[in-house]
């Protein structure tokens, strides 16, 4: 019995022992990442604050998930709390908040790269979905934002707690996108717009985030175990429907069969995109290879 004991109680001491090795570990590395400074140095942007322009980054804002998290007037909100893994906070990017003392390039270094002034990452920002956004539209963005009515608004922190450290330990959560992105400097020009699956493919990219980048679904990086995943949309799960049903999707939130889509997808969004947008994405939509749904990207 002695035997017993004595070989339990050592087992469950090299758990624990194993156990804060762990997260001394995902401290360490989580701490070291956050410390990396990455250069950003692409050509400077020309922004320009006539109504076309200011138009055009309104509708960019609404309809490419920046009013989701920031919010409609873009002065930041609480995202969620996911207890032990992570309080995600987006920042009010009106004038009043986040963004007042930045250039342009820095806010567009913020989009496209993930990257603070300081050349420090953000933690959690979707980058993936705006990292090719043509200069024009990054641009277009930028003036929407610095003409937002300010607020003093303050949402509070972001927290990073123990659980998202030690998953990001073993590559399983996306604390710093920016680690993963090629920052070399380039000009981005986006194809024309139109309802083409080439145009489709650049609007395609909001998508990434959720979806995954083949498009076959996966549960959302990051996002609590009870967040629905993002759908299958290849052809292997979309095969069925037609260019109308995509629409009635996107525009009422209903499927072919009349149910409602799970109210996470934001496509109250994607209802303010315009008809070539949409047009466009079903085209992209029907050139990606068919995946089934259990495969994840």
Known sequence: MRKFLKYVATLLGVLVLGVLLAFGLAWFKTERALDKTYTVNDP???????????????????TRGCADCHGADGAGKLVFDAGPVMR??????????????RTVDQIAAAIRHGVKPDGHPLIFMPIQDFHEMGDADTAALIAYLQALPASANDPGPLEIRPLAKLMYLFDKFPLLPAEKLDHAPRARTPPPVGRTAAYGQYVAQGCIGCHGRNFAGQHVPGTPPSFPDARNLTPAALGGWQEADFFRALREGKRPDGSAIDPFMPWQ??????????AALWAYLQTVPPVASKQKS
């Open 44 to 62: 400077p942007l020309t922004v320009l604050r006539d109504t076309e322009t200011l138009t055009h980054g309104g509708h960019l804002f609404a």
């Open 88 to 101: 995600l906070v987006a920042p009010n990017l009106t004038p009043g908040g986040r963004l007042k003392d």
């Open 269 to 278: 969004a994607f209802a303010k995109m315009s008809d070539d947008e949409i």
